[in-house]
């Protein structure tokens, strides 16, 4: 220990001070220490950030709520935020941090509630003593406990018809009941007022009590991220978080060490009944927890053999027997005494009718991890295949980018209940010691005896004879049968093909940086404008790392034009994606990952990651697009997982619903579900192959480098990429151009949509409520910026917190095809869309006298918030990318208008934006509102009257557009 931190320990009253190991590219500074009281703290200084954070992590979850009162702990989350003794006003922090370029949240898990903020870099202090008071001086006023009640059940309800939330409580159902892994943890309105008043509980009691027991310093990790010097942070802490109590006012019950799931329990088969479309199966196997073990890792070992996807992998040989889609392995379920290994199989339906074998498949795998052809055991696993696992996370680490500080400080808290102080940078990329003994422990837990296995579909529909108590998912359970034990048990005598992964050929080497010239551009420039091809590029001069990445769009009229086009767009961009599989994987594993999207436009290409290697990949990705064999059976399964795909949109949430039909309503072109549906039922595969050998016969690409990377590296290739995809093809004609168009809505007329929600087992409705604005440009962009920076708070707080309309709350800006509009969209299971559009209007109608009323004070701190969120720079290169592309794709290439906006914000008045918010929200007679509203099955529609003109019902999307205006194109 330094002689520096030896003098802090004795200054400050702190101790154990010690610096985490970081890596050696790492600029900012890290210091860990414990305050008197107990409470870890890591502090993180970075001079250059714009933006500051914090967040509190608590040693205590849903684990740890009363028996009969489920929910608990997620509840006092929810009430934290309700007011402190020094700041008793409930919306007093979020206030505050709003003002401030600023936001927070919280989650609940199972052993950890995590509390996490950002504030603009000047105003940490002021953010820090407001948080710091959470913990310190609750009120848990009685006034507040209904309302949040109200506000967990709507949280609950927005669950309720989500296929993830259902299967992961079916889970937990089945375990040993006295277990806490079997415990509801959202909680609800029932568990947290009805039963507990019908027992004579009450629940605030209860809450305090359980405040008391597990709310102390040395249960808590704080994280703070912010400009300030270490010493400085340091005295911030000791200030305001010394006061948290040492101690727990009550002895919390010890909970069971024990694994949650007895014999009896597993080796089982679950036949589950989704809610959507889905085929899948699913096999866990329970284990002791494997943190302490995290310098062998012998987990990642384990998911990187079962979870790969290159030649010879479980997913390659299921694929070529046309059983399988997509594979993962993982723990993705860890707690402080046990763990949940999980393998997830996408299955066609020949899968699922031969999930047995894909089962005795999976086992095959397992015995050849750590075999030969004769023995069994550790000191047949592959030595070199963790050193190239440890070879590559040590580069994610030496290499590691920046991330939003909301989003470290949150999981570094986390990380500190894990892992001890000087390593908690590091603890997740380290790959210390090649013990197979401890691998081959591991792998002795994934036996037929210690597996509970999942069979998700619908096809068990009407054919399961048991519901699952909190979501009421419908399934069945059946002992796994002595044939298939056998089969798992025995390898099979067939050569089925299974092979260990070859060496990585996209593991990077070199990581030199390219020489930087001195007068070297500060935004992207064109360096390549043929008739085929524009292309800008931007060295990077901010990062300096060995990072790259490249968006292409490859603009083709065969996209969109017609809904026959758009779903054989879309299938052979999975079909392409479906062919690169074994060979990007390497890629991706290595920190060179590429994605394919289908635009309304044509295809999009994105590839990030390391340089050296960056080309071999693209060029493979171009060549395969361009000459794509449609194999007969992939064609068969992904056109078969389109369907569903499709089908599984109209069984969305109802917010989802109404985003879409909005959509419809008011953009072109756009093509319902239901014609992409019948369109994709007639696509052959003749036809398909036909369609992707004239793709490009006519195109045009328009991209961006920026990175590593020099410009005439970067020239040369792209000219082969123009060369693959465009020989003997012609230039796309301005006629052929996608012409992205939305329709203009009159001045003083409410054009609303009503439908019923796709689900009708769904309780929620939905309002998608439009305010329009019009083509965007820096004059009414601002003010738009300003009016969503006014209304977010006050109108989450009035909306969400006092009224409870329901959990998914937003009012935000957003435009579409170059078109402006401010919007509030709310989900609701207690109020129907008539109300919901009635709070709404209220809200704006009376916001407009709080912003007449409002000082000229605080109109400017709102006014900076918006300009420190355009200040804030971007945390690492690939949000620098996605910047600057998000203007080149709207095909607007002014990349000074950031700085031409905070200029005009400068100067802009309190006066400018009450005549713009008159004129576009408040006047009846100039505003113009679409708003998509999503009736729950219990509602019935609202009754408009057609002779009123400021009131027009959508009743049927193309002839209401063909019937209006449209704005120029903008985009």
């Known amino acids: 220990m330094s002689t ?21 590219l790492d600029k900012l500074k890290y210091l860990s220490f414990f305050l008197e009281n107990g409470l870890q703290v890591l502090l993180i200084s970075d001079p250059e950030t714009e933006k500051s954070a914090a967040a509190m992590d608590i040693k205590v979850g849903s684990f740890s709520d009363p028996d009969d009162i489920p929910g608990l702990a997620h509840f006092l989350e929810h009430m934290l935020f309700m007011g402190t003794e020094k700041y008793p006003s409930e919306n007093e922090y979020s206030s505050f941090l709003s003002e401030n370029a600023g936001n927070s949240n919280a989650f609940t898990s199972a052993e950890n509630t995590n509390f996490y903020f950002s504030v603009t870099k000047d105003k940490l202090k002021g953010a820090l003593d407001r ?4 913990f310190i001086s609750p009120l848990f006023n009685e006034s507040s406990t209904e309302r949040e009640i109200q506000a967990v059940n709507n949280e609950n309800q927005k669950n309720l018809q989500s296929d993830a939330w259902r299967e992961n409580q079916l889970l937990k159902s089945l375990a040993n009941k006295k277990h806490p892994h079997y415990k509801f943890g959202t909680g609800d309105v029932n568990t ?43 005295d911030w802490t000791i200030e305001m978080f010394s006061g948290i109590p040492k101690e727990a006012k ?4 010890e909970l069971t060490k024990e694994l949650p799931y007895p014999k009896e329990s597993l080796s089982k088969i ?32 384990i998911s990187h053999l079962i979870g790969h996807e290159g030649p010879g992998s479980i997913l390659s040989i299921l694929k070529n027997k046309g059983w399988a889609n ?42 050849l991890i750590n075999s030969n052809e004769q023995n069994r055991g550790p000191e047949f696993l592959q030595k070199w295949i963790f050193d190239e696992l440890a070879l590559v996370s040590q580069n994610q680490f030496k290499f590691k980018q920046k991330s939003d500080p909301i989003s470290l400080v949150s999981y570094y808290g986390s990380q500190m209940q894990l892992f001890d102080a000087k390593e908690i940078l590091i603890a997740p990329y380290l790959f210390r010691s090649w013990e197979p003994e401890i691998i081959q422990s591991f792998m002795n837990y994934l036996t037929v005896n210690n597996m509970l296995v999942f069979l998700v579909s619908k096809g068990f529909e009407s054919k399961t004879d048991k519901n699952e108590f909190w979501y009421g998912t419908s399934y069945s359970e059946e002992t796994v049968v002595e044939n298939l034990i056998q089969r798992c048990e025995k390898s099979s005598s067939i050569d089925n093909g299974l092979a260990l992964p070859k060496i990585n050929p996209f593991i990077a080497s070199r990581f030199d940086l390219f020489e930087l010239s001195s007068n070297a551009p500060k935004v992207p420039i064109l360096i390549k404008n043929t008739p085929f091809f524009k292309l800008w590029h931007k060295q990077d001069d901010t990062f300096k790392l060995p990072k790259y990445s490249l968006f292409l769009s490859i603009e083709t009229p065969k996209f969109y034009l017609t809904p026959t086009y758009n779903v054989m767009g879309t299938l052979f961009k999975k079909l392409c994606s479906d062919a690169l599989n074994e060979y990007s994987y390497y890629a991706d594993i290595a920190g060179l990952s590429y994605s394919l999207t289908s635009e309304l436009t044509g295809i999009h290409i994105y590839i990030q990651g390391y340089n050296e290697k960056l080309s071999l990949l693209l060029l493979q990705i171009v060549e395969k697009i361009k000459n794509l064999r449609v194999n007969a059976e992939r064609f068969k399964i992904l056109k078969e997982k389109l369907m569903r795909t499709l089908k599984n949109t109209l069984k969305g949430q109802a917010w989802e619903q109404s985003r879409y039909v909005y959509g419809m309503s008011v953009a072109i072109p756009r093509w319902q579900v239901e014609e992409k549906i019948n369109a994709l039922e007639r696509v052959t595969l003749e036809q398909l192959q036909d369609y992707s050998s004239r793709l490009f016969e006519e195109g045009f690409i328009e991209g961006l480098s920026h990175g590593n990377m020099v410009q005439a590296d970067i020239e040369n290739i792209a000219t082969q990429v123009e060369n693959i995809l465009f020989f003997n093809s012609i230039p796309l004609p301005n006629s052929l151009n996608t012409q992205l168009r939305v329709v203009q809505l009159k001045k003083g007329v409410k054009y609303i949509r009503q439908e019923k929600g796709w689900n009708s087992e769904d309780q929620n409705s939905a309002i998608f409520h439009n305010y329009q604005i019009g083509l965007e440009n820096l004059e009414d962009d601002v003010k738009v910026d300003v009016i969503t920076q006014l209304i977010e708070e006050p109108a989450y707080d009035q ?39 009635e709070s709404i209007e209220k809200f704006v109608d009376n916001y407009r006298e709080i912003l007449i009323q409002m000082s000229e004070e605080d109109f400017r701190k709102q006014v900076k918030a918006v300009i420190l969120r355009k200040k804030e720079k971007d945390q690492n290169l690939y949000k620098e990318t996605q910047r600057h592309w998000a203007k ?39 505003r113009t509102i679409c708003s998509v509203q999503v009736f729950a099955e219990k509602y019935a529609f609202r009754k408009i009257d057609e002779k009123d003109e400021q009131i027009i019902e959508i009743d049927n999307y193309d002839k209401f557009k063909r019937s209006m205006s449209l704005y120029p194109i903008n985009c």
Not at 4 to 24: A, D, F
Not at 274 to 288: D, T, Y
Not at 897 to 917: D, H, S, V
Request: charged share 25%.
């Open 799 to 837: 909306l969400r917190t006092k009224e409870q309309l329901g959990y998914i709350v937003w009012s935000g800006c957003s435009s579409i095809h170059g078109v402006q509009r401010l919007y509030f969209l709310i989900q609701s299971s207690s109020h129907n869309p008539i109300a919901l559009e």
């Open 250 to 253: 009550l002895v919390a019950p």
């Open 326 to 367: 997509s594979l993962s392995a993982g723990t993705g379920r860890r707690y402080s005494n046990f763990e949940i290994f999980q393998v997830s199989i996408d299955l066609t339906q020949d899968g699922l009718d031969n999930y047995e074998e894909v089962i005795g498949l999976i086992y095959d795998y397992i015995k």
């Open 131 to 134: 948080f710091a008071q959470f």
């Open 192 to 234: 947290l007022k009805n039963s507990p008043t019908e027992k004579g509980i009450d629940v605030r009691s209860a809450l305090l009590k359980f405040h008391a027991t597990y709310y102390f310093a040395s249960q808590m990790k704080l994280v703070i991220y912010g400009a300030e010097p270490i010493e400085q942070l340091q």
């Open 4 to 24: 520096s931190i030896e003098t802090q320990q004795q200054l400050k009253k702190i101790n154990n001070v010690c610096e985490p190991i970081k890596s050696e």
């Open 888 to 926: 080149i794709n709207k095909h607007k290439y002014d990349f000074a208008k950031t700085e031409k906006e905070i200029a005009r914000l400068e100067t802009i008045t309190k006066e400018e934006i009450i005549n713009f918010y008159d004129q576009y929200l408040f006047d009846r007679k100039e």
């Open 270 to 301: 679950i036949k589950v009944v989704p809610v959507k479309e889905n085929r899948s199966l699913k096999l866990f196997w329970i284990l002791p927890s494997l943190i302490p073990k995290y310098n062998a890792k012998p987990e990642r070992y």
